[in-house]
């Protein structure tokens, strides 16, 4: 079961390198890995729930184009994320750039989303829930629990 939740501001450092946050590294595991993910942010994932992910994709036939168009797009993405000594990883280029991280902007937001975290560009972040406390209600009512 994953219990991956909060929202936590940190900085790239001069070498684009990050850290997990404890709580969050704690339940994420020593072995995870970074993707592209949507509306401009960087998933995260255990390798547990990296190996769930990809089984699911194992429905996708082999002649449905559209479909393995978006498993080789989201597929591709997928990088195994190696900590330093210091248990630091960079964010390699390709990364930064899906994630809107320009060459100067530093600040990040990372939110645990369930079952992966995910990594936002500070301002990308604030804009894509600029609604999001006048509308909670609306928001949360679509996820039908």
């Known amino acids: 079961m994953f219990m991956l939740t909060g929202e936590y501001n940190h ?3 001069a070498k684009n390198r990050m850290r997990i ?3 969050l590294k704690k339940e994420l595991g ?20 990296a ?7 194992n429905d996708v ?4 184009l559209a479909k393995q168009k978006s498993l080789r797009t989201f597929a591709k993405s997928f990088v195994a994320a190696v900590e330093d000594g ?4 960079v964010l390699s280029p ?14 990040l937001v990372i939110c645990g989303a369930v079952n992966h975290i995910e990594i936002w560009s500070k301002k990308v972040y604030d804009e894509y829930f600029a609604d999001a406390e006048d509308n909670f209600d609306g928001i949360v009512s679509l996820l039908d629990c």
């Not at 020593?30 to 547990?48: M, P, Q």
């Not at 036939?61 to 449905?64: A, E, I, T």
């Not at 210091?86 to 990883?89: C, D, L």
């Open 61 to 64: 036939k082999l002649f449905d």
């Open 11 to 13: 900085q790239l450092d």
């Open 51 to 57: 190996e769930k992910q990809f089984e699911s994709f």
């Open 21 to 23: 946050p404890a709580k």
């Open 86 to 89: 210091q248990g630091r990883v």
């Open 30 to 49: 020593d072995e995870y890995y970074f993707a592209n993910g949507t509306n401009h942010c960087i998933f995260v994932f255990s390798k547990e729930a």
């Open 94 to 107: 390709e990364l930064r750039k899906h994630a809107c991280l320009e060459k100067d902007d530093k600040d």
